[in-house]
């Protein structure tokens, strides 16, 4: 299977961190974003960032900087939108987004993916894994994305639509079901105590 653009988002207000941006924060003495950057890689043809605000900040990654196009915050759609449209103009059909908080997604979320999308004859599908009380917990900012649904996605957003799962819903999106290792591949860092679990789980595992 081709490759897919990889989109990291990094749009996020980081609210329950104070502000700033996460993916600058340091995990086993490298940043959140760099230890993204490394994992996705390999599983793409290319590598851009959704982020909004002075790009420059950034700029030690030399990767494209995508500010969202839908006015105020809304979500990660728009940061997928702005993915799709720069897949548009890069001559790409798909993205794979990967959000920039989450350090230990799956090596295979590329081939993961892909396959579900395939195996349920649809072309964008969503991560995610066993829940006990849910039976399945999506994963919405790790999916497979088709350029083909980006003025649909554009519509849904100016139409109100911020609910990842309220949108692919309408079209069909297949599951790809990762497991739960002894830990939580999709464990995001939201708070300060979440960064010292991530150090230990780092430390556990490397």
């Not at 420059?56 to 997928?80: E, H, N």
């Not at 979320?109 to 964008?124: F, R, S």
């Not at 994305?145 to 649909?152: E, N, T």
Request: no cysteine; proline share 7%.
């Amino acid at each position: 299977m081709t490759k897919p653009l990889g989109i990291i988002l990094a749009g996020g207000l980081a609210t329950r961190m104070g502000g700033g941006d996460k993916s600058l924060l340091e995990l086993g003495g490298q940043s959140l974003m760099s230890l993204v950057i490394d994992r996705l890689a390999p599983q793409v043809s290319d590598i851009a960032l959704n982020a909004n605000g002075d790009p420059t900040r950034f700029a030690d990654f030399g990767l494209p900087v995508l500010p969202d196009s839908i006015q105020g915050y809304a979500g990660p759609l728009a940061g997928v939108l702005a993915g799709l449209d720069y897949a548009a103009e890069q001559g790409a059909d798909h993205i794979v987004t990967a959000a920039a908080d989450t350090p230990f997604f799956p090596q295979d979320l590329v081939e993961v993916l892909q396959l579900a999308a395939k195996m349920d004859d649809t072309n964008i599908a969503l991560a995610a894994t066993p829940d006990p009380d849910r039976g399945t917990l999506r994963q919405p900012t790790f999916g497979l994305w088709p350029v083909a649904l980006r003025d649909d996605l554009r519509a849904a957003l100016n139409d109100g639509v911020r609910k990842v799962v309220q949108w692919t819903s309408r079209h069909n999106a297949a599951v790809a079901m990762f497991p739960n290792w002894d830990y939580d591949p999709f464990f995001n860092i939201n708070r300060p105590e979440d960064l010292q679990k991530a150090e230990a789980m780092l430390a556990e595992h490397s």
